[in-house]
């Protein structure tokens, strides 16, 4: 069974940071690029960041360019999404998710979902 957990979302100010962790299970990590994406109230489901499955190549959504950056520990199964410089439109669900394939922005195209870690970034 494949899990997907992520943890250290929370309240923070605006201009705060704050560190998101994604531990995966019951696959094998490395076989895997892995994204973030994000759901704000009333919104739909938007992609954030993908790491590809070395590490080598990062994407970003441009709303959060130069404030987030993905990265990934194999040897540990986790992917983790830094997050600084928070602004209250970043006030989401965050969701990490697996894909074995090329890199895509949309949702349709991962194969496993975490159930989300909540960030509230308040003005």
């Known amino acids: 069974q494949v899990l997907l957990v992520e943890s250290g979302g929370g309240l923070v100010p605006a201009g705060g940071s704050l560190r998101l962790s994604c531990a995966a299970s019951?696959?094998?990590?490395?076989?895997?690029?892995m994204g973030w994406f994000r759901q704000a109230p009333g919104k739909e489901r938007e992609f954030a960041a993908h790491?590809?499955?070395?590490?080598?190549?990062?994407y970003y959504t441009d709303a959060v360019k130069g404030r987030f950056t993905i990265s990934r520990d194999n040897a540990k199964n986790t992917v983790y999404l830094q997050m600084n410089s928070l602004k209250p439109e970043d006030t989401a669900v965050y969701y990490c998710?697996?894909?074995?394939?090329?890199?895509?922005?949309?949702?349709?195209?991962?194969?496993?979902w975490g159930q989300g870690t909540r960030v509230t970034v308040s003005s």
């Open positions: 790491i590809s499955r070395s590490g080598s190549s990062t």
């Open positions: 019951g696959l094998t990590f490395s076989n895997y690029g």
């Open positions: 998710a697996a894909r074995q394939r090329s890199f895509t922005t949309s949702t349709y195209g991962y194969d496993y």
